[in-house]
């Protein structure tokens, strides 16, 4: 009866873990692709230490600042790790608004960038985005026509109540052209 209970528990949430609007297109899982992300407004929340040791403290301030401000969830969600930084995408529901920032939340308006991609899929775990990292570092070696000018981020697409072998993520480099 358990596993039952919770394989209904797994397909009642996980409707719940898409949110309305996407801030860019997905990389397709195993796929490597140099894409540019749009101009975006994002909530950020930081730490001292990693991102993998402080992910759950984290998310909280930046869950309760969309409530409070009454903006939508989107996706993904994006971090740096060293430190951890967690952001969230603003979408078009508060895109044009003056969001206000708080001791623990502050607002980035970021514009165009161009960044190196390969699509993953699994656990959203240090092993796995240093997998992604070191397949889009290799990749770039071979590339005459761009450098790296930036620190690689994770870029995760799905909800906490997706079971780990079917969530989606990214691992993103900025890139510049080489002229």
């Given at each position: 009866m358990r596993p039952l209970l919770t394989i209904l528990f797994?397909?009642?949430?996980?409707?719940?873990?898409?949110?309305?609007?996407?801030?860019?297109?997905?990389?397709?899982?195993?796929?490597?692709?140099?894409?540019?992300?749009?101009?975006?407004t994002l909530a950020a929340c930081s730490g001292k230490s990693g991102y993998f040791e402080r992910s759950d403290s984290l998310f909280g301030p930046l869950f309760r600042y969309i409530q409070s401000n009454d903006i939508a969830m989107t996706t993904p969600v994006e971090a740096e790790l060293q430190p951890g930084v967690m952001y969230f995408y603003i979408g078009s529901d508060a895109a044009d608004?003056?969001?206000?920032?708080?001791?623990?939340?502050?607002?980035?308006?970021?514009?165009?960038?161009l960044v190196l991609s390969i699509g993953l899929l699994g656990g959203y775990s240090e092993e796995n985005f240093a997998k992604g990292e070191a397949r889009l570092r290799e990749w770039i070696k071979s590339q005459t026509n761009y450098e790296v000018i930036g620190a690689a981020r994770a870029i995760y697409?799905?909800?906490?109540?997706?079971?780990?072998?079917l969530k989606r993520s990214e691992v993103h480099i900025p890139v510049a052209l080489v002229r």
């Open positions: 797994y397909f009642w949430f996980l409707p719940m873990t898409y949110a309305a609007e996407q801030a860019f297109s997905k990389t397709r899982v195993g796929e490597i692709e140099v894409k540019l992300l749009p101009a975006a608004r003056d969001l206000p920032e708080t001791d623990e939340v502050k607002v980035h308006h970021l514009p165009e960038r697409w799905n909800g906490p109540f997706t079971l780990p072998i």
